[in-house]
């Protein structure tokens, strides 16, 4: 999609959010020159702030092909942000619902007709304590396996300095001005999966591709090695439960003997 046909809805929020990104932050954008000239493709980004999206937006416009994001259908509700995610052509996605497989069909329709479309594989906020990019879902690695277009990993950093994840009040620090950086890579070579059932094996190893190159090209941002283990969040909260549970029973098991 060229800068000419961006569109009204997405130049009037850029005429929007692009004077107060200005004013808050410093900017330190590389990567450019991987996001395709022409045609459809995805990019895969990590999530750690409420404003990445914004930084994230920001950056992609001004290569000219303007991303078309998978939202919580629930956003699309609110006044005036449904609205301009309506008229920006933003997915919405209904999770856990009968029009889920909606959000995935979209998805490609837009691909097919040229589109960007991208995607948080990490489908929310990182929870990783140390703000690297958690085990991310299958959806990504859904669509690239069946349209076969570029997936461009793409890296971000700083938003989350301003505005942490999950914080709210006094915990956001926009001043000093944080950089917002943002890089993205090469295409993620999944070609090896092309040819594969798309199993849930085959999905998830395509998945851990993918984040693998958002991780490494975070690392060079951050300018720190790789982590050595991926964080899982669902793994991690089932831990918590266990032990919780094992610890009531112990106060229990300790009641009983008084």
């Not at 950089?179 to 070579?189: E, H, R, W």
């Not at 899982?232 to 831990?239: L, V, W």
Request: proline content about 8%; hydrophobic content about 40%; charged content about 25%.
């Amino acid at each position: 999609m060229s800068r000419r046909r961006i569109g009204f809805w997405y130049r009037l929020a850029a005429v929007i959010a692009k004077p107060p990104l200005l004013v808050l932050f410093k900017r330190d954008w590389r990567g450019m020159e991987h996001i395709p000239a022409d045609g459809g493709f995805i990019t895969a980004v990590n999530h750690n702030s409420y404003v990445d999206p914004l930084s994230y937006a920001h950056w992609q416009y001004n290569t000219g092909r303007v991303p078309r994001f998978l939202a919580k259908a629930g956003l699309f509700k609110t006044p005036f942000v449904g609205m301009m995610l309506r008229g920006t052509g933003q997915i919405p996605v209904y999770r856990e619902t009968t029009d889920a497989m909606n959000a995935f069909r979209a998805a490609i329709d837009a691909i097919e007709r040229g589109e960007c479309v991208a995607f948080y594989p990490e489908g929310t906020l990182t929870r990783d304590p140390d703000m690297w990019p958690m085990a991310g879902k299958t959806g990504a690695a859904r669509v690239a396996l069946q349209t076969k277009v570029p997936v461009i990993p793409v890296a971000q950093w700083g938003a989350n300095l301003a505005m942490p994840p999950y914080a709210k009040g006094k915990k956001t620090h926009f001043f000093p001005r944080k950089t917002l950086q943002v890089l993205a890579g090469p295409p993620v070579d999944l070609e090896r999966f092309y040819d594969k059932e798309p199993t849930p094996d085959v999905l998830r190893e395509a998945t851990e591709a993918i984040m693998a190159a958002i991780t490494e090209l975070l690392a060079e941002v951050r300018q720190e090695p790789v982590p050595a283990e991926v964080y899982d969040h669902r793994k991690a909260r089932a831990e918590q439960r266990r032990k919780a549970n094992e610890k009531k029973k112990q106060q229990q098991s300790g009641e009983n003997t008084k």
